[in-house]
T-cell receptor
Framework: EAEVAQSPRYKITEKSQAVAFWCDPI?????LYWYRQILGQGPELLVQ????????DSQLPKDRFSAERLKGVDSTLKIQPAELGDSAMYLC???????????FGPGTRLTVL | AQKVTQAQTEISVVEKEDVTLDCVYE???????LFWYKQPPSGELVFLIRRNSFDEQNEISGRYSWNFQKSTSSFNFTITASQVVDSAVYFC????????????FGTGTSLTVIP
């Protein structure tokens, strides 16, 4: 069964360091999402891609976060510099299109010390 | 304003009991989609159901059933004869066509099924 892949699964870093997360969506899925989920809360959308184009990054803290999906397939989310408040689960999801259900990867648990 | 409200933060039931998880949404769109996701302790969100705004027919899938009522803007989820494996956090979500189909998740309901 096709799955969304994410790596790493866990990341511990010190504040002011740079971190990067990788996501490989289900093959053929044009829409890719990055979410941040703080413990005890629902996922919050950071950025949405349609193929290689960003369609929504209104909630992405652009002073420190960046995301790219250069060839419209896999994607990278970067944080530089990391802050203590960035500790959270970072989830990637993909879907065939924006009105379809999203399929989520296992997430990357980030801890900033 | 919260677009999706899940008023029940935590629920505990004894195994084999039925349980209903509430979801109330807010939208001005006539075209929208509603979803339920399950997040077990492992952390991965699992898709359960998708409903569009034009289909108010209730749905049953095994022990799961969903009650969609546009008149009360609710999309409630019932688990019949609950099992320990149902223990998880359940999220309701809304996608509005006008907003580019951005997902809005509720804050989730943590369900614990006690053996």
């Amino acid at each position: 069964e096709a799955e969304v892949a994410q790596s790493p699964r866990y990341k511990i870093t010190e504040k002011s360091q740079a971190v990067a997360f990788w996501c490989d969506p289900i093959s053929g899925h044009a829409t890719l999402y990055w979410y941040r989920q703080i413990l005890g809360q629902g996922p919050e959308l950071l950025v949405q891609f349609q193929d290689e184009s960003v369609v929504d990054d209104s909630q992405l803290p652009k002073d420190r976060f960046s995301a790219e999906r250069l060839k419209g397939v896999d994607s990278t989310l970067k944080i530089q510099p990391a802050e203590l408040g960035d500790s959270a689960m970072y989830l990637c999801a993909s879907s065939p299109g924006p009105i379809n259900e999203q399929f989520f990867g296992p997430g990357t648990r980030l801890t900033v010390l | 304003a919260q677009k999706v409200t899940q008023a029940q933060t935590e629920i505990s039931v004894v195994e084999k009991e039925d349980v209903t998880l509430d979801c109330v949404y807010e939208t001005r769109d006539t075209t929208y989609y509603l979803f339920w996701y399950k997040q077990p302790p492992s952390g991965e969100l699992v898709f359960l159901i998708r409903r569009n705004s034009f289909d108010e027919q209730n749905e049953i899938s095994g022990r799961y059933s969903w009650n969609f009522q546009k008149s009360t803007s609710s999309f409630n989820f019932t688990i019949t004869a609950s099992q320990v494996v149902d223990s998880a956090v359940y999220f309701c979500a809304l996608s509005e066509a006008r907003a580019g189909n951005q997902f809005y998740f509720g804050t989730g309901t943590s369900l614990t099924v006690i053996p």
